[in-house]
Every structure is written in C-alpha cells, then in structure tokens.
C-alpha cells in the first residue's frame, strides 16, 4: 500500500511533468522517454457532454486497474494496444499513438442511445453485433457518423477503418466471454483507436481505457448495472458498481489505497 506521503510525492512530481493533454477523466503526461505517455486516471466523472460533473472519490484508481486487465489480456490475444505496464495506483505508461477523431461503439443488448433512437426496449439482445461511428468532437456532441463522412472527410483510411471493426468485434467476443465467466453481460462498449509509425509504417493500435466508464455492465442474474450508468442516471453508489467489477474480476486494490481519506488520528 502507499503511504499518504508517497501520494502527495505523486502529486507534487506530476505538476512537474509536461501536461500533454487533459480530457474529462484522463489526463497525458510526457512519459520516460520519447514515443512513451503517462496516462493519469482522474476521479472526475461526466456524463451528457460533460454537463453532468462529479468527483467520485477512488473512481480513477478503479478504472486504472481495470483497464489494465483488459488491455493486458487483449495484448495476450494478439490485439495490439498502447498499453506498456501500470506504474502506480494511478498511473500507467503507455506507447503515444496519433489518436484517430472516431469513437466505434459495439452493441449486443439495446441500451442508450440506441434504444432511445429506435424505440427499442432497453435489454432486448439484438440479432447480431451492431458497430458504430461516431466523430470525435465536444463541441459537436460526438455525432454519429458513417463510413461516408469517415471516407469523405478523411478521419481515417478505408484500410484503417477496416482495422478497427475487425479489432472492435474481436474484442467484443473476447470480452463478453470474459465479463460472462465473472456472470456480467457485456451490453455495449466504446473503444478508440489510434496510429503508430513502425519502421515508418502506420499501425492502427487499441487505445484510450476499456473500463466500467466505456461499457455497459448488467449482472447476468438480477440485470443490476455496474457501469457509468449508476452516475447518468442515478441508480446508486458508482464506486460499489465499479468494485463489484474489479472484485469480481480479481483485480481489486487495497481498500485504503482506493480511498485515500488522510492521515487517521491515532489514539
Ligand atoms: N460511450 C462512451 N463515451 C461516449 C459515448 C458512449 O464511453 O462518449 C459508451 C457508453 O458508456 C456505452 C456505449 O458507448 O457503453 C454506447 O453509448 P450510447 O451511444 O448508448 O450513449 P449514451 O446513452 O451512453 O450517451
């Protein structure tokens, strides 16, 4: 466990490191050495393009472990991700990618948006996985995109697109057997992608965070979220949704490193 003092040396060495980007629940930091981030994981959670806004005390730890775990096991099935290794509660280190401006979504079960979209009752499995697009854009609300805008407006090659469906869809069967086998249905999931040069070739790998924050979670038995649904719509305590999945998938840290409260007076 890290002592308290240890956090605030993170801390105090943070401020000194060279902010590269700050998003809403992410925050890169110029990583060790050249082609290398860190990715700091922020409690801050948002929802409705960030008109919703909270800190959730130990959310950011959570999904950092959690997503470690599932880069690391789609790594060991030949999914290549920006993932390098975790360096602390917070924090991993990762290979920088140029970031491609497109948000696929995959849908199993109706839910969200979808759901909404097309009148469809939210838990009806559909017949196949759907994927979809979106464009990476705040100010625009992240509008749902398809392949012709991508190919028009040239977010990314057809090659490149190619690529990330076949990747998002192996992912989808990897983790929905995953999450099955700890009794979670894998409902939906959002992933980004983004581009390495390798021997100045282009590569399209994994990046971002796969967590409880980027898919929809239903405990298979009592339908139960476990997801960032808990906070958008407010069903409960997100932190007890978010542990439920890392206890359940083993990857659980300390309790008190999870919360740091202070210093506890002794008596
Ligand atoms: N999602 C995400 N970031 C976004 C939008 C969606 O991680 O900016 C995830 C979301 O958590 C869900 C899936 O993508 O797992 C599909 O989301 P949906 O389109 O239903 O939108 P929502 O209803 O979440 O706004």
């Given at each position: 466990m890290l002592s308290h003092s240890v956090y605030n040396m993170i801390g105090r060495s943070m401020s000194r490191r060279r902010l590269v980007y700050e998003g809403k629940a992410k925050t890169l930091y110029a990583g060790p050495e050249p082609g290398t981030l860190v990715q700091y994981f922020k409690d801050d959670a948002t929802a409705f393009n960030a008109e919703k806004h909270a800190i959730i005390d130990g959310k950011g730890v959570l999904n950092n472990f959690i997503s470690e775990y599932v880069m690391k096991h789609l790594g060991s099935i030949?999914?290549?991700?920006?993932?390098?290794?975790?360096?602390?509660m917070r924090e991993q280190l990762i290979r920088e990618c140029e970031i491609i401006p497109l948000e696929i979504v995959v849908r199993n079960v109706a839910a969200g948006s979808l759901a909404k979209k097309f009148g469809i009752e939210e838990g009806e499995s559909l017949p196949r996985p759907i994927v979809e697009y979106y464009f990476k854009d705040d100010k625009l609300g992240d509008p749902m995109v398809a392949e012709e805008h991508i190919a028009a407006f040239n977010w990314c090659s057809p090659q490149d697109l190619d690529d990330m469906v076949s990747m998002a869809l192996r992912i989808n069967d990897f983790l929905s057997g995953l999450f099955l086998g700890i009794?979670?249905?894998?409902?939906d999931f959002k992933v980004e992608f983004g581009h390495v040069f390798e021997n100045e070739v282009p590569r399209v790998i994994l990046a971002d965070e796969i967590s409880p924050d980027s898919c929809r979670l239903w405990?298979?038995?009592?339908?139960q979220k476990f997801d960032k649904d808990v906070f958008r719509r407010d069903l409960g305590d997100l932190m007890e949704a978010y542990t439920e999945i890392a206890e359940r998938l083993g990857v659980m840290p300390e309790k008190s490193a999870v919360r740091p409260t202070g210093p506890k007076l002794v008596h």
């Amino acid at each position: 466990m890290l002592s308290h003092s240890v956090y605030n040396m993170i801390g105090r060495s943070m401020s000194r490191r060279r902010l590269v980007y700050e998003g809403k629940a992410k925050t890169l930091y110029a990583g060790p050495e050249p082609g290398t981030l860190v990715q700091y994981f922020k409690d801050d959670a948002t929802a409705f393009n960030a008109e919703k806004h909270a800190i959730i005390d130990g959310k950011g730890v959570l999904n950092n472990f959690i997503s470690e775990y599932v880069m690391k096991h789609l790594g060991s099935i030949g999914i290549p991700t920006h993932f390098v290794r975790r360096l602390n509660m917070r924090e991993q280190l990762i290979r920088e990618c140029e970031i491609i401006p497109l948000e696929i979504v995959v849908r199993n079960v109706a839910a969200g948006s979808l759901a909404k979209k097309f009148g469809i009752e939210e838990g009806e499995s559909l017949p196949r996985p759907i994927v979809e697009y979106y464009f990476k854009d705040d100010k625009l609300g992240d509008p749902m995109v398809a392949e012709e805008h991508i190919a028009a407006f040239n977010w990314c090659s057809p090659q490149d697109l190619d690529d990330m469906v076949s990747m998002a869809l192996r992912i989808n069967d990897f983790l929905s057997g995953l999450f099955l086998g700890i009794g979670v249905k894998l409902v939906d999931f959002k992933v980004e992608f983004g581009h390495v040069f390798e021997n100045e070739v282009p590569r399209v790998i994994l990046a971002d965070e796969i967590s409880p924050d980027s898919c929809r979670l239903w405990d298979i038995k009592s339908g139960q979220k476990f997801d960032k649904d808990v906070f958008r719509r407010d069903l409960g305590d997100l932190m007890e949704a978010y542990t439920e999945i890392a206890e359940r998938l083993g990857v659980m840290p300390e309790k008190s490193a999870v919360r740091p409260t202070g210093p506890k007076l002794v008596h």
